[in-house]
């Protein structure tokens, strides 16, 4: 059965507290933490972007799946903060691993559900025998404009996913996408800055489409909550998964493996696919895990994997997502933090 | 710095660190040539480099060239890769004080340098600690 074979995870070391945002901007940071659960967020180095930290999660990605990376027949990238408009991030990545010529490349644009989609279409061209493997990255380095809430969470990070049908770590059991047409959260072409429609965000886009993801799965695999060891949400803030799994009948003690939000921000593309990479770094053979997505726009994509006798060799080949975002961080102040994020106007 | 062509001839070196290994006495050129150095070989197979070493000596610029003026001050240094070849990158994500001789690095897929907002973007390698 087809599912994934190695997977990876990169986040860069820098981190700003929620409180280093506030104090600048005259905000309420008890409010971001308390009522957010929001604490600090990883912030990219100026020589870091979607394509590097993409690079650096497929290298960790193929080490665990030990495959030769010529015989990966498909790469997606998928972010919001694709570092050129026109030229895509998937040939750099193809190139860097190794991967080219003989490969189908594409770059993936859905908010913060371009990892999912990615996943989804890599998946399903080894499911029908197209590839032998598929790589799928949802990597992320995206900006809130400056004071908008959307700053305290705005983080960056990248999780890679190489499928196959041999040397699986985690079988693919079921897939369900479910998507409407819904304006919570876009940006214009030239905008630097996306924009939100505040409350909106809420009730008619994140829970509306991941409950209808996660209920729609669990009906075509004719499961309920408690047949789950994990699930994954997409990680916004540290509040909505919490609510969203209460919703559904699932647990804390399911979500909480996964949940990385709290200490990483929202990584976008790369939130719900961290969230698995973590998740996947403590769990057992035999162990079931949902994992369900949100990008604005709006849709969701769910995924059913059930962890393979494999799994516990790989764990170690690679970096494990706790430690990368425990281990080896470096707090930075608001001002380096926009002379990195490129906030500050210099001179030509 | 180099031209977008110069820079992509150069594709297999910035992001694979690909390099030539002579067939008679295994001498690793990086980059490739065509003539070993050590044996006068004309005949080298394709390798790829080691991707962690040990620092052998470093330099903190701190006057750099115009493009990395943001950067400064930052580390260069020559490391010692697990295969015995020397390699000169950048040294990033190391506080002052960490970086010394004899520090184990690892190899990162890092951005090295913009031609402005508009112009291409350079990947390449860069060391970061171990
Ligand atoms: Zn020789």
Redesign the pocket.
Known sequence: MAGIVGYGAYIPRNRIKVEEIAKVWGADAPGYKKGLMLEEKSVPSPDQDTITMAVEASKNALKRAGIDPKAIGAVYVGSESHPYAVKPSGTVLAEAINATPEVHTADLEFACKAGTEGMFIALSLVQVGAVEYGLAVGADTSQGAPGDALEYSAAAGAAAFIFGKDKVVAEALQTYSFTTDTPDFWRREYQYYPQHGGRFTGDPAYFKHITGAAEGILAKAGMKPADFDYVIFHQPNGKFPFRVGEMLGFTKKQIEPGWLVSKLGNTYSASSPLGLTATLDISKPGDMILIVSYGSGAGSDAFIFRVTERIDEVKALAPKTRDLLDKNKVYIDYGVYAKYRRKIRKAE | MPNPSKYWREIPQRYRLEAGK?T????IAFPPRLV?P????RKFEKTKLADSGTILTFTIIRVPPHQFEDQAPYAVGIAELDDGVRLTAQIVDCDSGVLKIGMRVRIEFRKIYEEGAAGVIYYGYKFVPA
């Open positions: 002579c008679k006495c295994g001498f070993c050590q044996c006068g070989n």
